[in-house]
């Protein structure tokens, strides 16, 4: 991603990238949020031990996710190679608001080519998502 570019530049192309990820999935505009990742991206939720491989099954699963969540992006702090950020969230979900912390690895073409997520505590998986999800 860097391309010769200095360091404050990937990183703020970085910053870019996952702004541009949290407005499409908070907007719920899926072809946007699709645009942002790459075809064999990797979403892991170690606290539910759960993965979800691939652009199309990751997008369904955050289309069919229940509720109308909102999420402020607090902080994000990515590398100077573009390969790698980290966010800190606000996450308003009805009445209950809770942090959570979004690990992103980038592709050579800048799109994300993985999300880990942490949540405050570990859970087990609503039903419903299986046709979406591995457990590990």
Do not use: C
């Not at 072809?31 to 942002?36: E, G, K, L, V, Y």
């Not at 509720?67 to 209950?96: H, Y």
């Amino acid at each position: 991603m860097s391309g010769g570019k200095g360091v404050a530049w990937v990183a703020a192309q970085v910053r870019a990238a996952v702004e541009a990820y949290w407005a499409a999935a908070g907007a719920r505009d899926w072809s946007a949020f699709a645009a942002t990742l790459a075809d064999d991206m990797v979403y892991d939720l170690p606290q539910s031990r759960e993965r979800i491989l691939g652009k199309e099954r990751y997008v369904r699963f955050n289309r069919e996710y229940p509720g109308g969540r909102q999420v402020r992006i607090e902080r994000i702090v990515a590398d100077g190679e573009g390969r790698q950020a980290a966010a800190r969230t606000l996450v308003t979900l009805g009445p209950e608001e809770m942090h959570a912390i979004h690990f992103f690895t980038f592709d050579e073409d800048g799109r994300i080519a993985g999300v880990t997520d942490f949540w405050p505590e570990a859970y087990e998986p609503p039903a419903g998502r299986e046709h979406l999800v591995e457990r590990y």
